[in-house]
């Protein structure tokens, strides 16, 4: 059974810092590109990062490129999310998905396997 597991939310000053994870388990993980989407209420879900499965190509949305770093660590079956100078627009659900053999889409329907979600709050 495959699990996507998410850790690292929580409520913040702007300003502020957070790294979130993304503990996988139930697939071999480097054949995986991961990818990170938001979802603000009253919002549709936006991409935010992805990285390939090699590793070798990130993306990030306009709105985050600069402060935020998605990272992955194959031996520990884990993607991470840098979030740095965080402001109130970051305030959203984060999502950690996976897209078998993928670089790194912005695509949400080409991940297959999804996390249940973690709440980010940044208070002015």
């Known amino acids: 059974q495959v699990q996507l597991v998410e850790s690292g939310g929580g409520l913040v000053q702007a300003g502020s810092s957070l790294r979130l994870s993304c503990a996988t388990s139930?697939?071999?993980?480097?054949?995986?590109?991961m990818g990170w989407f938001r979802q603000a209420p009253g919002k549709e879900r936006e991409f935010v990062a992805a990285v390939g499965w090699s590793g070798g190509s990130t993306d990030y949305a306009d709105s985050v490129r600069g402060r935020f770093t998605i990272s992955r660590d194959d031996a520990k079956n884990t993607a991470y999310l840098q979030m740095n100078s965080l402001n109130g627009e970051d305030t959203a659900v984060y999502y950690c998905?996976?897209?078998?053999w993928g670089t790194g889409t912005r695509d949400d329907s080409r991940y297959r396997y999804w996390g249940q979600g973690i709440q980010v709050s940044v208070s002015a």
């Open positions: 998905a996976a897209d078998p």
């Open positions: 139930g697939l071999i993980f480097w054949n995986f590109a």
